[in-house]
Nanobody, 119 residues
Framework: QVQLAESGGGLVQAGGSLRLSCAASGSAFRSIAMGWYRQIPGRQREMVATLNSRGITTYASSVKGRFTISGDTAKNTVDLQMNSLTPEDTGVYYC?????????????WGQGTQVTVSS
């Protein structure tokens, strides 16, 4: 019923920038938080940045100062501006939405978008 669609991934050189976007479609709902996660080959999926319904953001230490998350959780949209990219940022980036505070509340995931940073 709910789909998250990411866009904006691609291939860039080190030092370049990309902007990822995510929007939900389908059943109407209101996210309490949204975020970006990434899957780096050989590693578990990790949090990159999150945004809650009060506008509070969190960042992984590895991206703080380089990435900026923005969006509107009430509209189920979230963007990730990525600057000063390095090859270590290469991976599949996934959009995530938390639908509620209860542990059983569904979490929605996008299909992922590939980000590749060349040296």
């Amino acid at each position: 019923q709910v789909q998250l669609a990411e866009s904006g991934g691609g291939l860039v050189q080190a030092g370049g920038s990309l902007r990822l976007s995510c929007a939900a479609s389908g059943s109407a709902f209101r996210s309490i938080a949204m975020g970006w996660y990434r899957q780096i080959p050989g590693r578990q999926r990790e949090m990159v940045a999150t945004l809650n319904s009060r506008g509070i953001t969190t960042y992984a230490s590895s991206v703080k100062g380089r990435f900026t998350i923005s969006g509107d959780t009430a509209k189920n949209t979230v963007d990730l501006q990525m600057n000063s990219l390095t090859p270590e940022d290469t991976g599949v980036y996934y959009c995530n939405s938390k639908s509620g505070v209860a542990i059983e509340s569904p979490m929605y995931w996008g299909q992922g978008t590939q980000v590749t940073v060349s040296s």
